[in-house]
T-cell receptor, first 111, second 116 residues
Framework: SQQGEEDPQALSIQEGENATMNCSYK?????LQWYRQNSGRGLVHLIL?????REKHSGRLRVTLDTSKKSSSLLITASRAADTASYFC???????????FGKGITLSVRP | GAVVSQHPSRVICKSGTSVKIECRSL??????MFWYRQFPKQSLMLMAT?????????EQGVEKDKFLINHASLTLSTLTVTSAHPEDSSFYIC????????????FGSGTRLTVV
């Protein structure tokens, strides 16, 4: 069953704007990860945040985690057309556990 | 960085035949690899967890006799779709995690299987 639920399911923004994507989950987790997938390709790991962390940064990416609300957000600042892709959150219950993916968000960045 | 190589990237086969997909960790060792299936515009559904030197753990509803998984070494797992049917057509993706790592999983580039 799907653990993560992202919203919105589709997001279209202008280049230069910020994109915020949210993910909610249902059960206790050890970590939450965000991935990116270009059409017809594999997934690229973006960032991992552990359950005892609240915020993490990586370049133009900022991820927050609120375990009390069982939710996470991914912020992409100063978006570029090349950021156009599908973004998935995935939760893990242990350091080497299987991942459960959300349904994904399709981000379109207009040049 | 960690790289997972998945082959083939695309394959077309006839109904009733078998297809083998390989997943290799190129620069790290992985005791565990994962196989996912993805339908168009949908999320990844975990099919099975491949364990080096032991039997794979299949998710509920996945036929283990149809989707044969072998993880014979710390760098290679294979998924064989046996007696393929058109409804097996899908995008299959593997992933692996460095046994010594503390970061996210590395995914292969996926295999587009079309059964005609």
């Amino acid at each position: 069953s799907q653990q993560g639920e992202e919203d919105p399911q589709a997001l279209s923004i202008q280049e230069g704007e910020n994109a915020t994507m949210n993910c909610s989950y249902k059960t206790s987790i050890n970590n939450l990860q965000w991935y990116r997938q270009n059409s017809g390709r594999g997934l690229v790991h973006l960032i991992l945040i552990r359950s005892n962390e609240r915020e993490k940064h990586s370049g133009r990416l900022r991820v927050t985690l609120d375990t009390s609300k069982k939710s996470s957000s991914l912020l992409i600042t100063a978006s570029r057309a090349a950021d156009t892709a599908s973004y998935f959150c995935a939760t893990g219950t242990g350091a080497n556990s299987k991942l459960t993916f959300g349904k994904g968000i399709t981000l379109s960045v207009r040049p | 960085g960690a790289v997972v190589s998945q082959h083939p990237s695309r394959v077309i086969c006839k109904s009733g035949t078998s297809v083998k997909i390989e997943c290799r960790s190129l620069d790290f060792q992985a005791t565990t690899m994962f196989w996912y299936r993805q339908f168009p515009k949908q999320s990844l559904m975990l099919m099975a967890t491949s364990n080096e030197g032991s039997k794979a753990t299949y998710e509920q509803g996945v036929e283990k006799d149809k989707f044969l998984i072998n993880h014979a070494s710390l760098t290679l797992s294979t998924l064989t779709v046996t007696s393929a049917h058109p409804e097996d057509s899908s995008f299959y993706i593997c992933s692996a995690r460095d046994i010594a790592g503390n970061y996210g999983y590395t995914f292969g580039s996926g295999t587009r299987l079309t059964v005609v």
